[in-house]
C-alpha cells in the first residue's frame, strides 16, 4: 500500500473537486492513498494519479442513475412536484433536486460517503441508477466488509439517517418488501400519487 496523502494534497484535492472530506475518511487516506487496495484489479483510486474525467464521471455517477431512472423506469417522487413533461426541464429539475442533497464522495468503484454531516461515522452507500443500498454503517464497518473480514458475520449496525439519501434506501426497501422491481416508484401505490 502507498503512504497517504499530504495535508495539502488533501486540502488541494478538496478545492479542486468542491468536496469535503469527513474526517474518518481524511484520517484513512493521510495513512493511505486508497480506502481499498486489493491489488491491481479491486482498488479505489489515487485522486492524484486518476485522470480528471475518471473523478468527474465518479462524482457524476448518482446523478446519471437517477436520471435513467426518471426517464427510463418511470421514477418521480411526489414531493418534486408535477413531472414536467418537457426532458430537458425533467433534467433540469433533478438536476435541482440533487444539487441540494449532500454530496457523495466516491470511495470505491460505486460505493459512496456523504460529505453531510461534516463528522466521523457517516455510511456508505452503494449506488448503481436509484438501487442505493447501505453498504457500511460506517467507513470502517465498511472496509471491514469490503474486505471480507472474517468477524463481520454480524449485522450491520443502523445506519445515521442521511438527509435525502436515507430516504433512497428507504423507498428501496419498500419496493422490495412490497414485490416490485427497478421500475416502480409509483406504480403499485407503494407511493401516493405524484399528480403527473
Do not use: C
Not at 495513512?31 to 483510486?45: A, L, W, Y
Not at 485522470?51 to 448518482?62: A, E, F, G, H, K
Not at 460505486?110 to 449506488?127: A, C, L, M, Q, W
Not at 458475520?153 to 439519501?165: L, V
Amino acid at each position: 500500500m502507498s503512504n497517504g496523502y499530504t495535508q495539502s494534497e488533501l486540502d488541494g484535492i478538496q478545492a479542486k473537486w468542491n468536496l469535503r472530506f469527513p474526517p474518518d475518511l481524511l484520517k484513512i487516506l493521510r495513512d493511505r492513498r486508497r480506502v481499498i487496495d486489493q491489488g491491481d484489479k479491486f482498488r479505489s483510486f489515487d485522486w492524484l494519479e486518476v485522470s480528471d474525467d475518471v473523478i468527474r464521471d465518479s462524482l457524476n455517477w448518482p446523478f446519471e442513475g437517477f436520471l435513467f431512472d426518471v426517464e427510463n423506469n418511470d421514477l418521480w417522487w411526489p414531493e418534486w412536484g408535477k413531472r414536467p413533461a418537457d426532458k430537458a426541464e425533467r433534467e433540469e429539475r433533478l438536476r435541482s433536486i440533487l444539487a441540494d442533497a449532500p454530496k457523495l464522495i466516491p470511495v470505491y468503484g460505486h460505493r459512496y460517503i456523504p460529505e453531510e454531516p461534516h463528522e466521523s461515522g457517516n455510511p456508505i452507500f452503494s449506488v448503481w441508477q436509484t438501487d442505493i443500498i447501505y453498504y457500511g454503517a460506517d467507513l470502517e464497518d465498511y472496509v471491514a466488509r469490503e474486505m471480507r473480514t472474517p468477524d463481520l458475520q454480524r449485522e450491520m449496525k443502523p445506519p445515521k439517517t442521511i438527509r435525502f439519501w436515507t430516504r433512497v434506501v428507504e423507498l428501496n426497501n419498500q419496493r422490495f418488501q412490497s414485490g416490485g422491481s427497478f421500475g416502480f416508484y409509483n406504480k403499485g401505490s407503494v407511493l401516493p400519487d405524484n399528480g403527473g
